[in-house]
């Protein structure tokens, strides 16, 4: 069992910078891959980064490739989403999960745990 507490939303203007960050319970977070979603209103929860247990591969969705970091720090047992440059259309609410699985994981249902969201607004 794995429980995912987000922290670090807020509202900020286009442009501005925010780091979100993840914060995890257990001791095995070492080998769960981690992945960050978001959910606009009316929309359905998409994809937007994730970080691999094994071997710490990456991927990111297009719309925020180049603008967003994901990282983990297993120590703190804590993941990171630094968010850069960022636009009204990123505005949503994130949410942190967690699989034993050891790939790259994209899709919600790969997940298995599930923060309970932070709210993200960017005013243009």
Known sequence: QVQLVESGGGLVQAGDSLRLSCAASGRTFSSYTMGWFRQAPGKEREFV???????????????????????????KITVYL?????????TAAYYCAATRDPGAVTTNTGYDYWGQGIQVTVSS
């Not at 994730?50 to 120590?75: E, H, Q």
């Not at 630094?82 to 636009?87: D, S, T």
């Open 82 to 90: 630094q968010m850069n440059n960022l636009k009204p259309e990123d």
């Open 49 to 75: 980064a994730t970080i691999s247990w094994l071997l710490g591969r990456t991927r990111y969705a297009d719309s925020v490739k180049d603008r967003f970091t994901i990282s983990r720090d297993n120590a």
